[in-house]
């Protein structure tokens, strides 16, 4: 039988694991080791590690979660992020080694000066502290549900102990722990969504080419929206989306690309993002396949998607099978596994990111005493760790939607000015005058929100969706050109 003493157990089974390699990774302690690895990560590590980073708990649990109301219509948002790293790989990963940077915001010092260098590293400090948030709350509402819940632990009390077993783990070896933990993460979600597939296909009496030809697969398999370009959906939109989601959430993102900074060279840091593109689109389809199982499964033995606060969760349907329903101790184990994967592989990148961005981007750690320097990184690790438990807890309270959709929607908002900055200058030759930058930018972001907040019926019917972020680039692109010196 499955109980939250036994899911704790082997929570803090694998935590003592992910505590190991910290132990063996982390021996040095140092600055150099902590925020680039001594650039020295084999890239087929990296690159294997990426894949579990970028799925997160928000893949393993609500993009099956979502195939109900979206059917296979987010594939072709995955379409557009396999284009995506190949811009990444071979546009922005040249711009970044040839600068030598340890942040990436610092080529907008280099190439503007130091306003446009603290607004791109603003701008990702709010993305990724509302990404990693958002990846931490779904996993945590899981953990509450079926563990915590039954001992009347509150929901605070879950997200604190969650985080504190992150910095454990991180707050020594950095991204040189972290390129490997996430390896061993990345694997145990690959198995998860392998065995989870099997185990239903199984209790269901069909093998999986029976359910890809299934009558029941059927009603969920829809995958291009073309029949007109208004809605929300439409496969030209969710495609160019995706191409831009990838090019920001990744290239212009200091937690992705400081795992492809720690590669010894720019050859193996491409080879990294192109192998890890096509696995990652694999995986994720294998997740939507996923799904379609769970919604035909529950329908079958009459399972309901669990209510939270009063109303359904699609994003707990998932965890309610793997742990209630009657698939046998394998199922339930595997999930477990593969969430605390999921969970950990994404929140330590970002508490690791997050610390490096503060200290090189904001506080200048280069320019302190060598002395002073590793104590400050780790008082902004603490710090780091401290703000994503506010965070968390705060959306309890006011996240309404599906996390996927709300974490790509608010991706359109904060990582537009980055799009453009980086954009204007890798593609210009202009400068510009840099006391103006931050107008610009928060311009951008507030026009974008008055865009994003028009009503379809005021447009014809036309529905905006992840185009969002694309059009924040140009407003912040073309507010660039205004301040351009002549």
């Not at 546009?91 to 306003?115: A, C, D, H, M, W």
């Not at 890890?276 to 919604?295: E, K, N, R, Y």
């Not at 006011?398 to 954009?423: C, E, H, K, Q």
Request: net charge neutral.
């Amino acid at each position: 039988m499955i109980t939250p003493s036994f899911i704790l157990a082997l929570i803090l089974g694998y935590f003592a694991v992910l505590v190991g390699i910290s132990y063996v990774t982390g021996k040095e302690d140092s600055n150099i080791d902590f925020f680039t690895a001594n650039r020295n990560s084999p890239w087929y590590v990296v690159a294997f590690g990426m894949v579990g980073a970028s799925l997160s708990g928000v893949t393993f649990i609500s993009v099956p979660g979502w195939i109900e109301a979206s059917q296979f219509n987010y594939l072709q948002v995955v379409l557009g992020y396999g284009f995506g790293y190949f811009v990444v790989a071979y546009i922005l990963l040249p711009v970044y080694y040839r600068n030598n940077v340890t942040s990436i915001y610092e080529y907008l010092n280099q190439r503007f000066g130091k306003n446009s260098h603290q607004a791109g590293a603003f701008f990702f400090f709010i993305s990724r502290v509302l990404g990693a948030a958002f990846r931490l709350f779904l996993v945590a509402i899981v953990m509450q549900q079926f563990i915590f819940d039954a001992w009347n632990v509150p929901f605070e009390a879950t997200v604190i102990l969650s985080i504190l077993l992150i910095w454990v783990y991180t707050q020594k070896g950095g991204i040189k722990t972290i390129v490997w933990t996430d390896t061993l993460q990345t694997a145990l979600m690959i198995l998860a969504v392998f065995l989870s597939i099997s185990y239903i296909n199984q209790a269901l009496g069909w093998s999986f080419f029976d359910f890809i030809q299934s009558e029941a697969f059927s009603q969920y398999n829809d995958v291009f929206v073309t029949d007109s370009f208004l809605k929300r959906s439409h496969f030209l939109k969710s495609f160019i989306g995706g191409a831009f989601i990838t090019i920001c959430m990744t290239g212009l993102d200091q937690d992705m690309m400081q795992k492809n900074l720690s590669c010894k060279n720019l050859a193996d840091a491409q080879k990294n993002m192109v192998v890890f593109s096509i696995v990652l689109v694999i995986v994720t389809t294998l997740f939507m396949l996923l799904g379609a199982l769970l919604f035909i499964y529950s329908k079958k033995e009459g399972i309901s998607i669990p209510l939270m606060d009063g109303q359904p969760k699609s994003d707990l349907l998932f965890p309610e099978i793997a742990l209630n329903g009657n698939l046998g101790i394998g199922v339930a184990v595997t999930f477990i596994l593969g969430l605390i994967a999921a969970a950990y592989s994404s929140a330590d990148s970002a508490l690791t990111s997050l610390t490096t961005s503060f200290c090189v981007d904001f506080l200048r750690l280069e320019q302190k005493a060598e002395a002073q320097q590793k104590k400050t990184r780790k008082q902004v690790h603490i710090g780091m760790s401290v703000l994503l438990i506010l965070v968390v807890i705060a959306f309890k309270y006011i996240l309404d939607r599906n996390v996927i959709d709300g974490l790509l929607t608010v991706a359109g908002y904060t990582y537009g000015p980055l799009l453009g900055l980086f954009s204007f200058g890798i593609f210009t030759s202009y400068q510009i005058k840099d006391r103006w930058v931050w107008p610009v930018v928060f311009s951008s972001v507030i026009l974008t929100s008055l865009l994003g907040s028009i009503n379809a019926a005021s447009l014809g019917g036309y529905q905006i969706g992840y185009e969002l972020l694309p059009l924040n680039g140009l407003f912040t692109f073309i507010g660039l050109i205004l301040i351009r010196r002549k």
